[in-house]
Nanobody, 123 residues
Framework: QVQLVESGGGLVQAGGSLRLSCAASGLTFNSYAMGWFRQAPGKERAFVAAINWSGRSTYYTDSVKGRFTISRDNAKNTVYLQMNILKPEDTAVYYC????????????????WGQGTQVTVSS
């Protein structure tokens, strides 16, 4: 059974940093692209970043380019999201997910999801 467990969320002041982790089990981790999404209150789940199976290719939504970095450690079955220069508008529940179609931005192309971790950025 595929399980994705996020950790690392919390409360941080604007301008600060957090690193999210997503530990995967029950899958051949290095065969799949992975993604991070976020959902703010009253909004739809939105794409943040994705990474291909090897870690050599990444893809970001425009609003986080230059501030967030997605990476993975296939030996540890873990994908990370390093978030720097955080802004209040980054406040959301962050989810990691397994892609069934490469490192893409459509939530419909992701078939397994974690439970989410809350990130709150105060101004």
């Amino acid at each position: 059974q595929v399980q994705l467990v996020e950790s690392g969320g919390g409360l941080v002041q604007a301008g600060g940093s957090l690193r999210l982790s997503c530990a995967a089990s029950g899958l051949t981790f290095n065969s799949y692209a992975m993604g991070w999404f976020r959902q703010a209150p009253g909004k739809e789940r939105a794409f943040v970043a994705a990474i291909n199976w090897s870690g050599r290719s990444t893809y970001y939504t425009d609003s986080v380019k230059g501030r967030f970095t997605i990476s993975r450690d296939n030996a540890k079955n873990t994908v990370y999201l390093q978030m720097n220069i955080l802004k209040p508008e980054d406040t959301a529940v962050y989810y990691c997910a397994r892609s069934s179609r490469g490192y893409v931005n459509n939530p419909s192309d992701y078939d397994y999801w974690g439970q989410g971790t809350q990130v709150t950025v105060s101004s």
